[in-house]
Nanobody, 125 residues
Framework: QVQLVESGGGLVQAGGSLRLSCAAS????????MGWFRQAPGKEREFVAV????????LYADSMKGRFTIARDNAKNTVYLQMNSLKPEDTALYYC??????????????????WGQGTLVTVSS
């Protein structure tokens, strides 16, 4: 079992930045690939980014490339999402998730076993 708790969300103006954190507890964090997803009201959950267990490889959704950066600190059992140049369309509930297959980079929510409760990001225009 892995417990995930997100933090760092809030209200920011367009063009601003936020850094989300996801703290993990339970089983060995460094074994898991960690992903970020988001869900806006009335929309399906959307892939944002994922990082392998070692932190050596990452994958981003096309609309986030160059603006968002995923990173992890296995010593702190934490994964981060640095979000820059935020747009109103980035407004959503942001979730972190853990994939037991730590060597792979997956985009689909069904591949992730553990989920946090989410942190809300609101970008005003």
């Amino acid at each position: 079992q892995v417990q995930l708790v997100e933090s760092g969300g809030g209200l920011v103006q367009a063009g601003g930045s936020l850094r989300l954190s996801c703290a993990a507890s339970g089983r060995t964090f460094s074994n898991y690939a960690m992903g970020w997803f988001r869900q806006a009201p009335g929309k399906e959950r959307e892939f944002v980014a994922v990082i392998k267990w070692s932190g050596g490889s990452t994958l981003y959704a096309d609309s986030m490339k160059g603006r968002f950066t995923i990173a992890r600190d296995n010593a702190k059992n934490t994964v981060y999402l640095q979000m820059n140049s935020l747009k109103p369309e980035d407004t959503a509930l942001y979730y972190c998730a853990a994939d037991q297959a730590g060597w792979r980079l997956k985009r689909t929510p069904q591949d992730y076993r553990y989920w946090g409760q989410g942190t809300l990001v609101t970008v005003s225009s």
